[in-house]
């Protein structure tokens, strides 16, 4: 029976990493205060002018090299971001453009952090039927631009501050979002292969609408004009956040979908040899990972050097692990997520 696996990875993340310490330039907070409530040290942002495709080709380039492919090998796209370089259109076809994958179909997917386990069901029926036979799965965020500062240049550095009282005022009412999200992509080569027991095993996806204001950004089409100047005064271009109840919501919901997810395929959940989770707060993966009973040493992070980069912490770390060893063929994976809208789920994996 033909199955799926992971024939190449990279990543990327850019500019120099920001600490902890450098955001209490403009806005209240400070080292200790965000690592005991989120697990993070540091992470990175895209400079200006700078968006989620030219993340994604740089990832990509690397995932098509460690495969010894080319571009034209590929022959699907399917590109995961909730940051896109514009509106429309979407960042995938303005990837294929920058590596050269003339006419293939590139997709935007928008299920935010949880965007890859859905990639991973829709790869995996894309490669199974025949509609392509090499797919290209990136993840990729470029949250800079929601950040609630102005003063860059004294967050990284270069100015001495300190910034304007208001604006100081304005980033720490934030702060909760803000200390999170850092940028960076991730891509995967997805291919057909023949190797005995090599396949998703098992999926369990889900999404929740009635959470929806749980974690979401105000504007919208629902104005009209979509932007104006209310938009900018009212800040309600930067997302809002029910950290509470988004905590609850995934430390109750993943462990039942592991849990699910396992017994459908019919494995233990010693059996599993990685879960890999979606990166959005070490006190959410432990809290999951408890609940779950399994060792900490199977739940691989790296959240305190990235941050939570939403759609692009899966393959990111999965390229860590792949080009560190970690991770092998015949591996059997759990990977899961939750978020925004409210999506959540896993996926089974045997590489």
Not at 74 to 91: A, E, K, Q
Not at 157 to 185: C, K, N, Q, W, Y
Not at 248 to 255: C, E
Request: glycine share 10%; hydrophobic share 45%.
């Amino acid at each position: 029976m033909t199955g799926v696996t992971i024939t190449g990875s990279g990543h990327f993340l850019p500019g120099a990493p920001i600490p902890n310490a450098a955001l209490s330039r403009v806005m209240e907070t400070d080292h200790e205060w965000i690592l005991q409530r989120t697990g993070i040290e540091q992470r990175h942002f895209c400079p200006e002018g700078q968006g989620v495709s030219d993340l994604a080709l740089v990832a990509a380039e690397r995932a098509l090299e460690s495969a010894g492919c080319a571009a034209e090998d590929v022959d699907y796209i399917l590109f995961n971001t909730m940051t896109p370089d514009h509106v429309f259109p979407g960042s995938a076809p303005l990837l294929a453009r920058a590596l050269g994958c003339r006419g293939v179909p590139a997709l935007d997917l928008r299920t935010q952090c949880a965007a890859m386990i859905y990639s991973f069901q829709l790869a995996d029926s894309l490669l199974c039927c025949g509609a392509a036979r090499r797919i290209l799965v990136v993840g990729a965020e470029a949250h800079a631009g929601f950040m609630p500062w102005r003063d860059w240049d004294v967050l990284e550095g270069t100015a001495p501050g300190p910034v304007a009282p208001a604006d100081f005022e304005r980033a720490s009412r934030h702060r909760a979002l803000a200390i999170i999200f850092g940028d960076g992509a991730g891509a995967l080569l997805l291919e057909k292969t023949d190797a005995v027991g090599a396949k998703l095993l098992g999926v369990d996806l889900h999404s929740d609408g009635q959470f929806a204001e749980k974690l979401f950004i105000p504007a919208g089409f629902r104005s009209r004009p979509f932007v104006s100047q209310t938009t900018v005064e009212e800040d309600l271009w930067i997302p809002r956040m029910d950290g509470r109840d988004v905590f609850r919501q995934a430390v109750t919901l993943l462990p039942k979908s592991v849990k699910r997810v396992c017994q459908r395929a019919g494995v233990q959940l010693s059996d599993v040899d990685w879960f890999i989770a979606h990166q959005a707060n070490q006190r959410i993966n432990d809290a999951v990972r408890e609940r779950l009973g399994v060792p900490a040493e199977k739940v691989p992070s790296n959240i305190a050097r990235t941050g939570n980069t939403s759609a692009a912490t899966i393959p990111i770390l999965v390229d860590e692990m792949r080009r560190d060893g970690r991770l092998k063929s015949g591996q059997l994976v759990c990977f899961l997520a939750l978020g925004a809208g409210l999506h959540w789920g896993s996926i089974l994996w045997r590489l």
